[in-house]
Each structure stands twice: as C-alpha cells, then as structure tokens.
C-alpha cells in the first residue's frame, strides 16, 4: 500500500473542526484558511504559497521537525522566534499532520475541556479518530 501525501484544505478543516471550541473564522480574507481556538489562533495559511502554518509548536518540536523531514517542514524568517512551523499542505501525511494539530490544540486548550474530550473518547462504543 502506497502513502498519499498531501491534505488540502478542507481535510486540514475536518481534522482540526473535530476538537471542541475550534472554529473557522469567518473574518478571514480572501478565503484563506483560519482556524482558531477562541482568539488562538491554531492553523492558518501561511504567507508561503501552499503552506500552513500551525501553532503552538516550540522550539524543539519545531528543530525535530525540520531536521527529519526538511521537505515538509520549514521556517522562513517572518515567522522565526514565533512558536509555530509551516507545513508544506502537498507534502505532509494528513496522520501525522493530525497528531501535530492533536498537539497544538491540546496546548492551547484548557485542560478540564481536553479532559472531557479524551474522557469522550474512551467511552464504551466509541472509535477513536485515525
């Protein structure tokens, strides 16, 4: 079985709209893509054609990233010192391009409501998200 690579932008909206409390903001211009956790901001197009640009992600994820996969993840110098990374929507593997939004919003989340969804997700009968 071959990996597909690649997510566009209504998978990245699938995948992060399934947390509580994300929302596509409507304010956005042009149609590019803005999804916040309340005021958060959480993943965004990017000023980079064709990347995301998702936050929070700190500094040693961000290096980790880079380091092993350089064609997916990068940085340009507008958003150094910001504790996001882009994301190459083309290249990433839409699995682990949900861990990574699965860890953003937990961050950014207040604990008693990731509690309740993970609670929600152990559930009897339930399946969980791949």
């Not at 304010?27 to 000023?47: E, I, N, Q, V, Y």
């Not at 936050?55 to 961000?62: A, I, L, S």
């Not at 839409?94 to 699965?102: G, K, S, T």
Request: charged share 35%; proline share 4%.
């Amino acid at each position: 079985m071959v990996k597909r690579r690649g997510v566009t932008r209504e998978q990245v909206e699938e995948i992060a709209l399934e947390y509580p409390g994300v929302a596509a903001y409507a304010g956005a211009s042009a149609g590019r893509l803005d999804l916040r956790l309340g005021k958060k901001h959480l993943a965004f197009d990017s000023r980079e054609p064709g990347a995301l640009c998702l936050r929070p992600v700190y500094e040693d994820e961000q290096r980790f990233l880079m380091e092993t996969s350089p064609d997916v993840f990068f940085l340009t110098d507008h958003y150094r010192g910001w504790n996001c990374i882009l994301i190459r929507k083309a290249k990433v593997d839409r699995r682990q391009l949900a861990e990574l939004i699965d860890g953003a919003w937990r961050r950014l989340a207040l604990k008693r409501v990731v509690a309740e969804y993970d609670a929600r997700r152990q559930a009897p009968g339930r399946t969980t998200r791949t």
